[in-house]
């Protein structure tokens, strides 16, 4: 079997998805995107499929170090979030080849279902009470939000009152029966980020996560000074040498890797692995696409140090497109009391309606994340 072509297809609402084509018929899907540069990732997809033509799929670790490796310069987020839909579109055709899932191929399953969480509150948050009844209503039991708005370096203490008022309110409402994750978005410089993990400490969070920029990993060790809510981050780290001195620093309790960020299926499973070495937990970030969602849940239903699943149905990015509109089969993704059942189809256990693809691909999309600024105009972290 050989490779034959790589088609990309830029979909609303910020995503990109790769067809990988073979001379037996066998296709694979992946979706290598970086949010708000869809054009340079297709770029660099585009420019690693010189060496992919002709390859024979099946083998897919090899084709992971020559692209990884070959090119001399290595790692970062536009390379690796091509190499990762790369290496999804290759295990969904190696399922599907020799007709079973892809955790089948990478051990089997360690789970029956997958418990999941959902965003509530959108960029700036609000309306929070409300929109977590919708979730829980809709078999949801954990929730995340972000945390903040702007923050500048030092900033009032009325912004950190707004953050408490929020969280109060929706322990108010509902209790110790709805798990909650604060998102400080690499937002909040350190010296503030201090005093809001000490405020928020009170409410029991499931986690706060990326409280500091993967740039700041080193200021983790004075936070976790001020709260013994689990710390996570890891969704802005692109490989297992990024991980690596995280993990080794021993501040961090749970890792994001994105499986359309870091390397896809292959490397997020060594990232894992690492990861339980340490005695740290998994939940991969995905505020994605279906592909996206569908390489996530195939690597957890193998991992036993995964203990939640970030998925983007009903995210704020979604407006003009939803997680389940480009599969044929949307049951797939049917959530109940807070879990998903782990598919059983072959390769990523997800049918792609290629149709509605085209279509959308037609009129693609040119999504950028906003800037921000502080009150007095400098640039703030969104």
């Known amino acids: 079997m050989k490779i034959t072509s790589l088609k990309l297809y830029t ?51 090899d084709h992971w170090q020559v692209l990884y490796r070959g ?37 089997g399953l360690c789970r029956q279902k997958l418990r999941v969480y959902s965003w509530i509150g959108g960029d700036r948050p609000s309306d929070i009470v409300e929109a977590a009844r919708e979730k829980i209503e809709a078999g949801f039991t954990a929730v995340k939000m972000n945390a903040t708005e702007e923050m500048h370096y030092i900033d009032s203490f009325k912004k950190v009152q707004q953050v408490i008022d929020r969280i109060a309110a929706l322990r108010d409402a509902f209790g110790y029966d709805l798990d909650i994750a604060v998102d400080f978005h690499g937002r909040v410089h350190k010296s503030m980020a201090k005093v809001l993990a000490k405020e928020l400490d009170a409410f029991k ?14 200021a983790l ?22 991980f690596k001195n ?3 620093d021993g501040y961090v309790d749970i890792i994001q890797p994105d499986l359309s960020h870091a390397g896809g299926i292959s490397e997020c499973k060594k990232i894992a692995s690492m ?21 996530c849940i195939q690597l957890d239903a193998c991992t036993p140090n995964v203990f939640i699943q970030e998925q983007s149905l009903g995210i704020h990015y979604n407006e003009s497109s939803d997680l ?49 600024r502080n009150e007095d105009g400098t640039v703030a972290e969104w």
């Open 324 to 372: 389940l509109d480009y599969l044929k089969d949307p049951g797939v993704f049917k959530y109940s009391n807070g879990f998903v059942d782990i598919p059983k189809g072959p390769g990523l256990g997800i049918e792609i309606d290629e149709q509605k693809v085209l279509e959308a691909a037609k009129e693609g999309h040119n999504w950028k994340n906003p800037v921000w």
């Open 71 to 107: 090119g001399f310069y290595r790692g970062g987020p536009e390379l690796m979030s091509a190499i990762s839909g790369i290496d999804q579109a290759l295990w969904d055709i190696k399922g599907k080849y020799y007709n079973a899932p892809i955790y089948e191929l990478l051990g």
């Open 205 to 218: 969070l499931m986690f706060i996560e990326e409280p500091v920029l993967p740039q700041n990993n080193e």
């Open 11 to 61: 979909v609303k609402p910020r995503w990109l998805f790769l067809k990988i084509e073979t001379d037996e018929g066998i296709v694979g899907w992946g979706e290598p995107i970086v949010e708000g540069r869809a054009a340079t990732v297709k770029a660099a997809v585009e420019e690693l499929s010189y060496y992919l033509i002709g390859k024979n799929p099946l083998n897919i670790e």
């Open 246 to 248: 995280l993990l080794m």
């Open 275 to 295: 990861a339980e070495a340490f005695d740290v937990a998994v939940a991969p970030h995905c505020p994605l696409g279906p592909i996206a969602l569908a390489a």
């Open 221 to 242: 060790r004075e936070i976790v000074r001020y709260t013994s809510t689990p710390i996570a981050t890891g969704e802005r780290m692109f490989s297992r040498w990024d």
